[in-house]
């Protein structure tokens, strides 16, 4: 798999004309690194406010920005992890359907979900609330795969475990089952390597125990037996 592309997101003063800007920063990169493109990243003028609520803002998007990219990368962990435990390999991951890189070069703002009338600390809260919801989801599903996983992995093991574990069910009949008023029929889980002297003394483990003849089932699983 070819490593990801790296991109930086720069932010310049406009002197002049923005239309100009663009071009002379193409040329100063050419000169430095030709084989590096370039790629408008178009936002759209937000209403900032007061002095005061863009500083108390910056403070709070130190926060907010954290929080987002923590919560990233916990979802790209888990994707990792889903496709690890299932192998299958699910493709690079996507933003609302879009590749990653088609997501940044060719970036439109949602206006729909953002409106640039709203203050710039409502869609700052908005889109932490979101992400938020997202992360409080991702911890209820993963809740959930992992209960079923955990129920999956127990039916495994009783289908296909040790006798000690597994469902008897397949394995014992109606019929070697004998349940009356003086007699109850256990079962007992023995490794093979113990039957000679499981056989030899059972009989003395305490009182009253009965053999009849005809009636023990023996039946054989990996390298247990049951009687």
Not at 31 to 37: E, M
Request: proline share 4%.
């Amino acid at each position: 798999m070819a490593a990801p592309a790296r991109y930086w997101v720069v932010s310049l003063p406009v002197q002049g004309s923005l239309s100009a800007l663009w071009p002379r920063l193409q040329d100063a990169i050419s000169k430095s690194a030709f084989d590096t493109p370039l790629y408008r990243f178009n936002t759209p003028d937000l209403r900032v406010g007061t002095l005061d609520s863009l500083l108390s803002l910056s403070d709070d998007l130190v926060k907010s920005n954290n929080f987002i990219e923590s919560v990233s990368h916990k979802i790209r962990r888990q994707i990792e992890e889903l496709e690890r435990v299932s192998g299958v390999e699910g493709g690079a991951l996507t933003v609302d359907g879009v590749p990653v890189d088609t997501y940044l070069t060719r970036f439109v703002w949602d206006e729909a979900r953002y409106p640039t009338m709203s203050p710039l600390r409502e869609i700052v809260d908005s889109i932490h609330s979101q992400v938020a919801k997202i992360e409080d989801d991702m911890k209820v599903r993963a809740a959930e795969y992992n209960n079923v996983r955990s129920q999956l992995n127990a039916i495994n093991r009783k289908q296909s475990g040790s006798l000690a574990v597994r469902d008897l069910s397949n394995l014992v009949k109606p019929d070697d089952i004998i349940t009356s008023e003086h007699l109850v029929t256990l079962l007992a889980v023995v490794p093979k390597y113990s039957q000679k002297d499981w056989l030899s003394k059972y009989e003395t483990l305490t009182t009253f125990v009965i053999e009849y003849f005809g009636t023990l089932s023996t039946t054989m699983c990996g390298d247990r037996e049951a009687y």
